[in-house]
């Protein structure tokens, strides 16, 4: 679900179809995301483009509340699992370098036509979210909305991530919560009050057609820690706004109402000006505000 810099120029690239997708996870996923990139987009189009381009996980609860990426003009933004790259668009527009990494050609090829159409200047590339092939310390910001940090493992994707962000850049991503993992039925897809697996070793989670990945919080925390990065943020949005949600079914909604469904973590790589301010505490003259 990215403008402002380079609004007038179209230089969308032609994505690589080559890229090898070695991992049996990656592969059943691509599968998937091969195969229901037409329906998703029929299914979900409406409430992932226009105003609701740049909003958050199943009640799309928009950025301009949440300001989880913050500023974005002339920052090098990558977004995880673009699919169709509005919010890439969106995020471009408002001046950022966007670029859209998904490893799906079918919802790069729609990618490419959202950004066609636009107007805005968005690089597209086609690779797993697990080893991007860009040089370390590219990006400010690396984001997603139940992008590939839900359908990778972060053991991967959280060095990965750390090794592309610039000291004081920002990982943010929306997912399922460790919770709702707890209480999800893989096979029939549902959501109900019973906890249905432990806790402890959360980590591949086998749907029939797709695999996602969790971590119990402390987990999570702590393999942002080890590599660099410093939990800032974890929102966990409450349903209700909306009423209803495209994505959910009724039942799920109403669990989304008194258990968190989602978990968008916001974390910091240390270094940068800002990690040296912060350690070196408030200047002189300057009080903090309380
Ligand atoms: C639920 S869609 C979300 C896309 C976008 N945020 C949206 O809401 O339309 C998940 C996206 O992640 C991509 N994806 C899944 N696994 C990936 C991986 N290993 N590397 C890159 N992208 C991946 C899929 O192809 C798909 O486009």
């Keep these: 679900m990215a403008n402002g810099r380079h609004p007038q120029r179209r230089t969308v690239r032609r994505h690589p179809t080559s890229e090898p997708v070695p991992v049996p996870h990656v592969r059943k996923n691509l599968r998937l995301w091969q195969s229901q990139s037409a329906e998703y987009d029929r299914r979900f189009t409406s409430v992932l483009s226009g105003p609701r381009a740049e909003a958050w996980g199943f009640d799309r609860v928009p950025e301009s509340e949440l300001d989880l990426l913050g500023a974005v003009?002339?920052?090098d933004v990558l977004e995880l699992g673009?699919?169709?790259?509005?919010?890439?668009?969106a995020l471009a527009r408002r001046g950022a370098r966007a670029v859209g990494l998904d490893f799906s050609s079918a919802q790069l090829d729609r990618a490419q036509g959202v950004v066609a159409k636009s107007g805005a200047r968005v690089r597209?590339?086609?690779?797993?979210?697990?080893?991007v092939p860009i040089r370390d310390g590219t990006f400010d910001l690396i984001f997603c909305d139940w992008g590939a940090m839900t359908f990778c493992d972060p053991q991967r994707t959280v060095p990965e991530c750390a090794r592309l962000l610039r000291p004081g850049g920002r990982l943010v991503f929306a997912t399922a919560s460790p919770i709702a993992t707890l209480a999800w039925n893989l096979r029939s897809d549902r959501i109900s009050p019973k906890l249905r697996r432990d806790y402890?070793?959360?980590h591949r989670i086998d749907f029939p057609k797709e695999v996602n990945f969790q971590l119990p919080y402390g987990a999570w925390i702590a393999l942002f820690r080890?590599?660099?990065l410093q939990v800032e943020r974890l929102v966990e949005p409450r349903m209700?706004?909306?009423g209803s949600s495209r994505y959910l079914s009724g039942e799920t909604y109403r669990w989304g109402k008194r258990w968190p469904l989602e978990a968008i973590w916001s974390v910091r790589k240390e270094g940068g000006m800002r990690s040296a301010i912060e350690r070196s505490g408030p200047r002189r003259g300057?009080?903090?505000r309380s």
């Design 200 to 202: 402890f070793g959360l």
């Design 73 to 75: 003009r002339g920052r």
């Design 226 to 228: 080890e590599n660099g």
């Design 82 to 89: 673009c699919g169709a790259a509005r919010w890439s668009v």
């Design 286 to 288: 300057v009080r903090e």
């Design 124 to 131: 597209l590339i086609r690779a797993s979210a697990e080893a």
């Design 240 to 242: 209700g706004r909306a």
